[in-house]
């Protein structure tokens, strides 16, 4: 893959913030995408970062810093719903045309 | 527009058998994908294709065909099923271009026994 790496676990209690880290490396960057996949379910599309930054949507924004290959999913304001796994993907044009580089995913349990 | 839809939704084999699962999009998407995804892998590219007759091999492709005659419709094919083969199939599709968010389809249970 593209070397990309996010933490295994992560848990938080309700109304708390919590930040996900990704970092990867690419040879022809495009976009980073974060999807969120409840168990059970397919993963559905939450950010897309491809210039340096914060895009903030709701309670969840997403960062990127394109010169040190990392970017952070932070969500605001827990919900129990929130207790998912966060899926980090990266498009790289360098490697190969028409796909994603997915990481193995931060699973979120979120406390009462 | 029900988006991807994917064909069957469980499916239990025997070692030795084979299955065709049917992906479906109606977006007009130029690209699609299959994926299979098993507990602390995450999403492994299987095939992938970026247009009508044409796929390309991801990852993990042993084991697997796949087929693009139509442009809304990608099937994956297991000629000879394998335990190891047990997973949560998803297709995913997307537009192509310069922005490539994908699609997934519900996904497909596999056990092959």
């Known amino acids: 893959g593209q070397n990309i790496d996010q933490p295994t676990e992560m848990t938080a209690t309700e109304g708390a913030i919590v930040q996900i880290n990704c970092t990867y490396q690419t040879s022809g960057f495009n976009g980073l995408f974060w999807y969120q996949q409840h168990a059970g379910e397919a993963p559905t599309f939450l950010s897309y970062?491809?210039?340096?930054g914060l895009e903030e949507k709701g309670r969840f924004s997403s960062f990127l810093s394109r010169s040190k290959g990392y970017s952070y999913l932070l969500l605001k304001e827990l919900q129990m719903k929130d207790s998912a796994s966060y899926l980090c993907?990266?498009?790289?044009?360098?490697?190969?045309?028409?796909?994603?580089?997915f990481g193995r995913g931060t699973q979120l349990t979120v406390w009462p | 527009n029900a988006g991807v839809t994917q064909t069957p939704k469980f499916r239990v084999l025997k070692t030795g058998q084979s299955m065709t699962l049917l992906c479906a999009q109606d977006?007009?998407?130029?690209?699609m994908y299959w994926y299979r995804q098993d507990p602390g892998m995450g999403l492994r590219l299987i095939h992938y294709?970026?247009?009508?007759?044409?796929?390309a091999k991801g990852e993990v492709p042993d084991g697997y065909n796949v087929s693009r005659l139509k442009k809304q419709n990608f099937l994956l094919g297991l000629e000879s099923a394998a335990p190891s083969q047990t997973s949560v199939y998803f297709c995913?599709?997307?537009?192509?271009?310069?922005?490539?968010?994908?699609?997934f389809g519900p996904g497909t249970r596999l056990t092959v026994l």
């Open positions: 970062n491809v210039l340096d």
């Open positions: 993907a990266v498009d790289d044009r360098g490697s190969t045309l028409g796909r994603l580089y």
């Open positions: 977006m007009n998407h130029e690209y």
């Open positions: 995913a599709s997307s537009r192509g271009g310069s922005y490539n968010e994908q699609f």
């Open positions: 294709s970026v247009g009508e007759g044409t796929t």
